[in-house]
């Protein structure tokens, strides 16, 4: 019983879950459109403070830079990060690897936009989910 346990730990471990999550679970927590964990709560104020709604519009349908509603919906994690840290300057997306707020809110501004592409977080003011 004991090696089965390890076996199941094993098998989350190397598909980046933690044990007792499952792996379609989604990277936010979300209530009444407008309600979110603390870490997609960061992730909304880094989006804010980076006024990335210039290029990427207030409600991320995309102005000059894509919408990010779509793009989302595409993008692993890791891809995201990519593109948000590197940027792509052939794009005009500037690299924010040299930001402290978004180095320490990468996985909180994924989750966010993650829960807009989905639609289960609504455009406008958030609140931290109590």
Known sequence: MKIRGWIAGMA???AGVAPGQAADDKPYRVAGGNKVDKAT???WRTWR???CERCHGAKQEGLVGPSLLESMKRLSKEEFKLSVLKGRPEKGMPNHDGSKMVMENIDGLYAYLKGRSDGAIQPGRLEELK
């Open 49 to 51: 403070a980076l006024a």
């Open 12 to 14: 989350f471990a190397l």
């Open 41 to 43: 709560l960061e992730g």
